[in-house]
């Protein structure tokens, strides 16, 4: 891999659950001209106050360790793992996505939504919520297909992620 050429990564990060933190890791990405293609956040221990950022961002690999170095740097920060580069992880997102159809077009989401393992939460006369969870590819998949049988509206958790194996991140 060249210095110049782009990769994704997910990168996990644990922090003090405080006010604040999440502004200050916006803030460095933000402030430094970096991209974040997704960002969750939620405490994962209530003991030790601990949350765990989750954030998918790209950049040539001179870029990415310049962004973990700085992320180890932030005074609440305790570990940054780029999952991405340290072996294999599981990635997931969760969507909503709203379609507005009858007829054949509400047959046709019923019947895709079945394929995609997607879950109608919600139903109207004239409308579906179906809650999808998968990979970022697989979500885009499906609300592409959506979209010419009456898509409304599209909510999207971001991307959480976890290492696979017995140890921690």
């Known amino acids: 891999m060249t210095s110049n050429t782009h990769r994704k990564a997910t990168i996990a990060v644990i922090v003090d659950n405080e006010p604040g933190v999440l ?20 405490e994962v221990d209530e ?6 950022i989750t954030i998918v961002t790209n950049g040539t690999e001179m870029i990415i360790e310049q962004i973990k170095a700085q992320l180890q740097r932030l005074v609440p920060v305790h570990r940054v793992s780029d999952l991405s580069a340290e072996g294999a992880y599981v990635e997931r997102e969760l969507a909503l996505v709203k379609v507005a159809s009858s007829g054949e077009q509400r047959v046709e989401a019923l019947r895709i939504a079945d394929i995609f393992r997607a879950r109608a939460v919600d139903s109207t006369i004239g409308s579906f919520v179906f809650e999808i969870t ?10 592409d297909l959506m979209r010419p049988l ?5 909510s999207r958790t971001g991307v959480v992620a976890i290492s696979r194996g017995p140890d921690a991140i």
């Open 150 to 154: 009456g898509l409304v509206d599209v």
């Open 23 to 42: 502004a200050r890791v916006v803030g460095l990405f933000s402030g430094r001209g970096y991209n974040i293609d997704s960002l969750t956040v939620s």
């Open 134 to 143: 998968g990979s970022i590819e697989k979500i885009s998949a499906f609300v």
């Open 47 to 52: 003991a030790a106050h601990l949350s765990r």
